[in-house]
């Protein structure tokens, strides 16, 4: 039989019924073998764990590197619009356009701060 023939088959049963079912066939003298099958469960167990820490990964890590380019095109604008020589006096911008570069740089500063605690967290790990 196949997989997702024995698959169709199983979802009929309450997760409880089928472990106890498991445990009967695993007598006493077949201990290697249920051992081995918990191995394996831990082994996909800890694959879908690490699937899903690259999923939050990857949406931290993108939510960053989005905050951080609006903050530098921002910055780069300001100072193309408003500098003289790559460089700007903070008097020289509108308090509307200074009021955007502050909640873009907030945001970029907590994407940032996010990303770098996860960072840190994957190291430990």
Same mark, same amino acid.
């Given at each position: 039989?196949?997989?997702?023939?024995?698959?169709?088959?199983?979802?009929?049963? +309450?997760?409880?019924?089928?472990?106890?079912?498991?445990?009967?066939?695993?007598?006493?003298? =077949?201990?290697?073998?249920?051992?081995?099958?918990?191995?394996?469960?831990?082994?996909?167990?800890?694959?879908?764990?690490?699937?899903?820490?690259?999923?939050?990964?990857?949406?931290? +890590?993108?939510?960053?590197?989005?905050?951080?380019?609006?903050?530098?095109?921002?910055?780069?604008?300001?100072? =193309?619009?408003?500098?003289?020589?790559?460089?700007?006096?903070?008097?020289?911008?509108?308090?509307?356009?200074?009021?955007?570069?502050?909640?873009?740089?907030?945001?970029?500063?907590?994407?940032?701060?996010?990303?770098?605690?996860?960072? +840190?967290?994957?190291?430990?790990?």
């Amino acid at each position: 039989m196949k997989k997702e023939e024995i698959k169709k088959r199983l979802v009929k049963f +309450s997760k409880e019924d089928i472990v106890d079912c498991v445990i009967d066939e695993f007598n006493f003298y =077949d201990n290697h073998r249920l051992n081995s099958f918990i191995s394996k469960l831990k082994y996909r167990q800890k694959l879908r764990e690490i699937e899903e820490q690259d999923k939050v990964f990857e949406r931290v +890590s993108q939510e960053q590197s989005k905050a951080m380019n609006l903050y530098f095109d921002w910055k780069k604008r300001v100072i =193309d619009k408003y500098g003289k020589d790559g460089q700007v006096r903070l008097g020289d911008i509108p308090s509307e356009e200074l009021k955007i570069g502050v909640q873009l740089e907030k945001d970029f500063n907590e994407k940032n701060q996010a990303y770098m605690k996860l960072l +840190s967290q994957e190291a430990k790990v």
